[in-house]
């Protein structure tokens, strides 16, 4: 079995400040960890991933997780949060079982950046 | 930078008619899914699709659901017989090669209303 837990439903924070999304995670092997994004009337946009090696991992405009195992935990980040940033943002894993394909999607944080 | 696409954009049918829902995913992806988004809700997994037969489906995608691949482009989504609880956002999603760490890539979705 997998899931995903993300606490907050909402995150506020000020323009130019670091910002943070919370993903914890459950599988029965090793996570394949997934963050997208959604803007209005928009489906999910990739974000970054997960699969192996460095703790840290970059992705597209300017985020950045850190899967930590031991926690269970897959962190969004972003050093400086733009407005732009307001979105609503998923976090999804996949247990790396052979032949398992589907991704098992967070309810969802919504992040507003107050300019 | 290439897209799924995905039609019609929004959909109203009546309870108890049959519904298609089409999508073009990405040329060179080989791997094909269908999620939904009840509103308010997390996006569920529906349905994988691989070399022409499912791979893989969820309990939510029961008799009245079915997949295909009708040509080299499109993949589509069937309800036979809609109820009012099919309405949802619909999201076909597809991954190139094999394997669980490819990320899937979503179209914008289909807004299915049932009356």
């Known amino acids: 079995a997998q899931s995903v837990a993300q606490p907050e439903d909402q995150v506020n924070v000020a323009e130019g400040n670091p910002l943070t999304v919370k993903c914890t995670y459950s599988v029965s092997g090793n996570p394949y960890l997934f963050w997208y994004v959604q803007y209005p009337n928009r489906g999910l946009q990739f974000l970054l991933k997960?699969?192996?090696?460095?703790?840290l991992v970059k992705g597209s405009y300017g985020f950045e997780a850190e899967f930590n195992k031991s926690q269970t935990s897959f962190h969004l980040k972003k050093p400086s949060a733009l407005v732009s940033d307001s979105a609503l943002y998923f976090c999804?894993?996949?247990?790396?079982?052979?032949?398992?394909?589907?991704?098992?999607f967070g309810t969802g944080t919504r992040l507003t950046i107050i300019p | 930078e290439p897209e799924v696409t995905q039609t019609p954009s929004h959909q109203v049918t009546q309870m108890g008619q049959e519904v298609i829902l089409r999508c073009v995913p990405i040329?060179?992806?080989?791997?094909f899914y269908w999620y939904r988004q009840i509103l308010g809700q997390k996006v569920e997994f529906l349905v994988s699709?691989?070399?022409?037969?499912?791979?893989?489906k969820s309990e939510i995608f029961d008799d009245q659901f079915s997949v295909e691949r009708p040509d080299g482009s499109n993949f589509t989504l069937k309800i036979r017989s809609t109820k009012l609880e099919d309405s949802a956002m619909y999201f076909c999603?597809?991954?190139?090669?094999?394997?669980?760490?490819?990320?899937?890539?979503f179209g914008d979705g289909t807004r299915l209303s049932i009356l």
């Open positions: 699709f691989y070399n022409n037969e499912i791979s893989e």
């Open positions: 040329s060179n992806h080989l791997y």
């Open positions: 999804a894993v996949r247990d790396s079982s052979f032949g398992n394909e589907k991704l098992t």
């Open positions: 997960y699969i192996t090696g460095d703790n």
């Open positions: 999603a597809s991954s190139e090669g094999q394997g669980s760490h490819q990320p899937q890539h």
